[in-house]
C-alpha cells in the first residue's frame, strides 16, 4: 500500500508534465485542437474500443459504469505513457515529428457490494503546431510563422452504481464529474527576411478554461452460458457550455524571437462560453470461453474477446474568437481481438509458462476526424496490437500493458497534408497484495 499511495504522490507532483505540449499534429490549430484522442495501451489494441470492455483487472475511466465492477479491496492504480513518431509530408515538403508524454493516472476501488469510485487526470484536449510560410510583397520577402501549444486538463471524479447485480445478468451505470482547466494558445508571427535585421510583430490569442464538465455510462452484461459471455455499454457526454477567457494581444519588437524586448500595441481580454453538442458512443463484447486444453503436466482454459465500437463526436461553437471554433463533427469505428491462454492465471500461476501467462492483443480502427483541407475531411485509420503482462506476486491484480499502433492520417488528396505514424502506449496498473486488500471486513478471533 506504501509503493502505491507513494507512487501517486510521485505522479500528481508530475502533473505539470500532463500539461505539456501532447501532440504535434499541424491541424491541432483548428479549433481548441485534438479532443479525445487520448491513447491507452489496452484499448488501443483493441480499435480504441472502451465502451462495453472491462473487468476486476483494469480500470475503465472511458466508461464510469465500469468502476462498480472492480473487485471488493482491489484498489487499482493506472499509470500511462505515450510516445509517437510522425512523418508529415505535403508537396515536396517533409518533416519526422517525435513526441512523448504522461496521459493519465487514475485510481479507482470498490467502496460497497454496488458501488465503485474513480479519481484521476487525463487531457480533455491538446494543441500543439508550428507551420511557416515565405511570401514575397514586390518591395520584400516575409517570413509567417504559425504555431500553438497548450493543453485543456480534465481532473476527475467518478461514481458507479450496480443497478441489477444477479448471478447471470448486471445492468450498472455510472458518472464522472470534471474540472477542466488550462489555456490554450495561437501565435502568428511575421518577420523581414533580411540578414541584418529581425524586426517583426507578434499577434497573439489565448483561449483559458476554467468548467466543468460531466459525461454519463451504462454497461449490460449478460452470462449466456458457461461458454458465451455478452456485453453491451455506450456512454454519453450531453450538450454542455464552458466557461473561457479569450485574450489577444499584438506585440513588435526589433528582435522578434526576444519575448523580453516586446512592445506592446494592444492588449484585449473578453468572457464568453466554448458550447458542445452531444456526443455518445456505444459498443459490444463477445467473451467466449474455450474448451480446456491439456498439455503434458498442465491445463489450460482459454478465452477470446471479440469488440466492436462506434462513436460520433460533435463539434464545438463559441461566442468568442472563431480561431477557436470547429464546425465539423467525427466519427469512429473500431474492432478488437484478445486471446488469453489461461482465464484464471492467478489461481494457476505455479503451473504456468510465462508466455501463458500473457494477454495478446489486437484491432483496427476507422476514424473520420473533425479537420478538413481542400474540400475533404481527413481519415485515420490503422492498426495495433499489444500484450498484457501480469504482476503475479502476492496474488496481486497488478500489470503491465503494452501497445503499439501503425496508421495514417490523411484526406488522400493530392499536395494535402499526410501523416504516417508509429505509436507506442505503455500502461501499468498497481494493485495491493493480497493482504492489503482494502475496504475489507476483518474478524478478530
Known sequence: MRFILNTLFYFLCLSSAVGQNLTSHPLSNIGIGEIGQNSHSIYDCLGRGY???????????????????????????????????????????????????????????????????AFGLTPFSKKGYEISERVYTGVDSLKYIYSGNGTVNKLFAG?????????????????????????????????????????????????????FHYNLGMTYKHIINKNYHLII??????????????????????????????????????KGQLSSKTNYSIGMTHK????????????????????????????????????????????????GIQYSPETNPYENSTSLKFLDKLTYRIGGFYDKMPYFQNGKQFIDRGVSL?????????????????????????NFVSNSLNENYLGISFGIILSPANFERWFRKRKLD
Do not use: C, W
Not at 467466449?288 to 461553437?317: D, Q
Open 51 to 117: 465502451d462495453a470492455y472491462y473487468d476486476s483487472s483494469q480500470l475503465n475511466y472511458f466508461n464510469p459504469s465500469s468502476y462498480s465492477s472492480l473487485s471488493t479491496g482491489n484498489t487499482l492504480l493506472s499509470l500511462g505513457i505515450n510516445a509517437r513518431i510522425s512523418n508529415y509530408k505535403q508537396g515536396q515538403e517533409s518533416a519526422v515529428m517525435p513526441i512523448a508524454m504522461v496521459d493519465h493516472f487514475v485510481l479507482g476501488f470498490k467502496i460497497m457490494k454496488r458501488m465503485g469510485l
Open 159 to 211: 461514481y458507479s452504481y450496480s443497478l441489477i447485480n444477479s448471478k447471470k445478468v448486471k445492468l450498472t451505470t455510472g458518472f464522472n464529474i470534471s474540472y477542466l482547466f488550462g489555456t490554450l494558445n495561437n501565435d502568428r508571427m511575421s518577420l523581414l527576411i533580411d540578414n541584418n535585421s529581425l524586426s517583426g510583430g507578434l499577434s497573439r490569442t489565448s483561449l483559458g478554461v476554467k468548467a
Open 233 to 270: 455499454g455506450g456512454t454519453v457526454e450531453p450538450a454542455q457550455r464552458f466557461n473561457t477567457t479569450f485574450n489577444s494581444a499584438f506585440y513588435t519588437s526589433n528582435t522578434i524571437f526576444n519575448p523580453s524586448s516586446y512592445d506592446t500595441l494592444s492588449i484585449n481580454s473578453s
Open 288 to 335: 467466449f470461453i474455450l474448451g480446456a486444453l491439456k498439455r503434458k503436466n498442465k491445463t489450460l482454459h482459454p478465452n477470446l474477446i471479440v469488440t466492436t465500437s462506434y462513436s460520433l463526436k460533435n463539434s464545438l461553437a463559441s461566442n468568442l474568437d472563431s480561431s477557436f471554433i470547429n464546425t465539423y463533427k467525427g466519427t469512429h469505428i473500431g474492432f
Open 386 to 410: 499489444g500484450f498484457g503482462i501480469p504482476i503475479l506476486v502476492q496474488q496481486s491484480l497488478s500489470s503491465i500493458n503494452i501497445s503499439v499502433s501503425a496508421g495514417q492520417r490523411s
